[in-house]
């Protein structure tokens, strides 16, 4: 185990499992792992970070996102949750609540079920089970490029995002998410049309215990506004202690 890098706003450029990877650590408390959406760097996370309070949070660029440079080959999803692993062995990290977004959704189920013990709690925004899952509208995807008033985000790398697409293509969690013994919250917006909230139906109802959180939202949680329904949601889950409640929360 390393030592922890540094509580600062700026992010350092490090080399795990041979991979040079952007991370940031931010503030203190317990530590939240943030595992990010296609395309998306760090500086998505800042709405979210904003409403935050008392927490130690990680955010880092997947390589070939950001100004993570792109691998050679692409990575898998269960590679992908072990540069995870990675990250909070970097940061001097032991155990973390994790919040996956989108594509990182599927690395947080992932990294759940082959390291359990590195994962507090589990919270799932905007995701699905990946092979199996109900599909989006194309015309959506157009939601998934970078926010108004995000000109200071690194352009999206096009091989890096190729190389996403074929993990996420290829990877399915359906034959392990009864596996996942996680405490864990499915957060979905009903207006999603990237990710249909059918989906966030199917993984609440197939991960032991798990609790469902719908928001009046589309697929964008991480935007002004959305992002603070979603800190809401998640914030007294992560808060409270281990115990027995009821699997189906509609808000």
Do not use: Y
Not at 163 to 174: E, K
């Amino acid at each position: 185990m390393k030592h922890a890098l540094p509580r600062a706003s700026d992010a350092e450029v490090v080399c795990i499992r041979g991979h040079r990877v952007r991370i940031r650590v931010q503030g203190d408390g317990p530590a939240l792992l943030l595992l990010n959406g296609l395309t998306r760097p760090l500086e998505s996370w800042e709405p979210v970070a904003r409403e935050l309070r008392g927490r130690t949070i990680i955010s880092f660029d997947a390589p070939g996102v950001g100004r993570s440079p792109t691998p050679v080959l692409p990575l898998s999803i269960p590679q992908m949750a072990r540069l995870a692993t990675g990250v909070l062995d970097e940061t001097g990290v032991d155990t973390a609540d994790v919040l996956g977004f989108s594509h990182g959704g599927a690395v947080a189920q992932q990294l759940a079920v082959d390291a359990p013990t590195r994962v507090r709690r589990l919270v799932l925004a905007s995701t699905s089970c990946g092979i199996g899952a109900s599909p989006g509208s194309q015309d959506a995807l157009r939601s998934l490029l970078p926010p108004s008033g995000a000109r200071a985000w690194p352009r999206p790398d096009a091989v890096g995002t190729l190389w996403q697409f074929l993990a996420i293509s290829s990877w399915s969690s359906i034959p392990f998410l009864g596996a996942i013994r996680t405490p864990t919250l499915v957060v979905h917006g009903i207006r999603d049309r990237v990710v249909p909230p059918a989906n966030s139906t199917v993984l609440a109802q197939r991960i032991p215990g798990a609790r469902l959180v719908t928001l009046p939202a589309g697929h964008d949680l991480q935007r002004a506004g959305p992002a603070g329904s979603l800190v809401g949601a998640m914030e007294p889950f992560l808060a409270a202690r281990l115990r027995s409640e009821p699997p189906l929360v509609k808000v």
